[in-house]
């Protein structure tokens, strides 16, 4: 075994271990985007043809909603970036650890897979 032979395996265990974990980001990311967006888009549209000021009632919850949701949607994203952290710290010790254990199999000496850092 090669240390390209390590890459690749680390490589393709990355690949199969969070193609469907970044696209989960990815689409969470694009539709609450969307969604905090249209509440921004709401609120400048609104103040530029002049339907609210700052006093209004309704101004004032529509940004107090938008502060909310943006705040909310920045906390799920960073916990489904963990997620996706942990998801590959498990394939890259687990394809190099095999990768030795492979090595070191035939003589007895494993070696026991790390901890898992703290994020």
Known sequence: MTASDIVTKVLDALRQELG????????????QGEKLANIALT?????IDGD??????FYQRLLDRLERRTALFARQLVQMAA??????????????????????AGIGLPLSLPEQPSI
């Open 52 to 57: 609210f000021d700052e006093a209004d009632i």
């Open 83 to 104: 997620l996706t952290i942990e998801q590959a710290w498990n394939a890259v010790a687990g394809a190099i650890w095999d990768a030795i254990n492979g090595l070191l």
């Open 20 to 31: 469907d974990g970044l696209s989960a980001i990815e689409d969470f990311a694009k539709a």
């Open 43 to 47: 609120l400048a549209e609104g103040r």
